[in-house]
T-cell receptor, first 115, second 115 residues
Framework: AQSVTQLGSHVSVSEGALVLLRCNYSSSVPPYLFWYVQYPNQGLQLLLK??????LVKGINGFEAEFKKSETSFHLTKPSAHMSDAAEYFCAVSSPSGSARQLTFGSGTQLTVLP | DVKVTQSSRYLVKRTGEKVFLECVQD?????MFWYRQDPGLGLRLIYFSYDVKMKEKGDIPEGYSVSREKKERFSLILESASTNQTSMYLC??????????????FGEGSRLTVL
């Protein structure tokens, strides 16, 4: 069984400030981990993914995430928030042996960027 | 560019009506998915299909059925819509990927309101 917990359903940051969105996972096997972003009135798109290679993963739009096995975490960060980063962010976990059938999504974090 | 198209962005239906949600992808992907998105619950898998005429239930299939007669098209059917099926419905298709880690491409969603 696997699960994902996203801490904080809403996060607000000022433009230019650090963005930190938290994700903790539970998995009985080494997981694959993903961050997806959903802009207003759009579907989700992949930001980045961890697939057991480098623990620090770089994604699109300046985002990155670090896999920490000891903490069972995969937090998403961006050094400097931009207004265009306002969106909902979803963390997801999958087992390496499975397909997207076994992809479990977190409940999402709404990011607001204040001017 | 990859494209997943959901034919209806907004629908309003009455209780008991039969509802069809259509999804088309232009990437020749084998795997397609229907998710339901509700605030605070993230994405939940309704059904997925791994080939033409092949389907499997997801986590919340009750009250839904699907049809995959052609590779590019995956339809979600609500036989008798109920108010608790008011939600955002997202279709996705999966790239084959390497090492089984494909990427989900999502449509823009269909927001269904059942009165």
């Amino acid at each position: 069984a696997q699960s994902v917990t996203q801490l904080g359903s809403h996060v607000s940051v000022s433009e230019g400030a650090l963005v930190l969105l938290r994700c903790n996972y539970s998995s009985s096997v080494p997981p694959y981990l993903f961050w997806y972003v959903q802009y207003p009135n759009q579907g989700l798109q992949l930001l980045l993914k961890y697939t057991s290679a480098a623990t620090l993963v770089k994604g699109i739009n300046g985002f990155e995430a670090e896999f920490k096995k000891s903490e069972t975490s995969f937090h998403l960060t961006k050094p400097s928030a931009h207004m265009s980063d306002a969106a909902e962010y979803f963390c997801a976990v999958s087992s390496p042996s499975g397909s997207a059938r076994q992809l479990t999504f977190g409940s999402g974090t709404q990011l607001t960027v204040l001017p | 560019d990859v494209k997943v198209t959901q034919s209806s962005r907004y629908l309003v239906k009455r209780t008991g009506e039969k509802v069809f949600l259509e999804c088309v992808q232009d990437m020749d992907h084998e795997n397609m998915f229907w998710y339901r998105q509700d605030p605070g619950l993230g994405l939940r898998l309704i059904y997925f299909s791994y080939d033409v005429k092949m389907k499997e239930k997801g986590d919340i299939p009750e009250g839904y059925s699907v049809s995959r007669e052609k590779k590019e098209r995956f339809s979600l059917i609500l036989e008798s819509a109920s108010t608790n099926q008011t939600s955002m419905y997202l279709c996705a298709s999966l790239t084959p990927g390497t090492g089984k880690v494909g990427e989900l491409f999502f449509g823009e969603g269909s927001r269904l309101t059942v009165l």
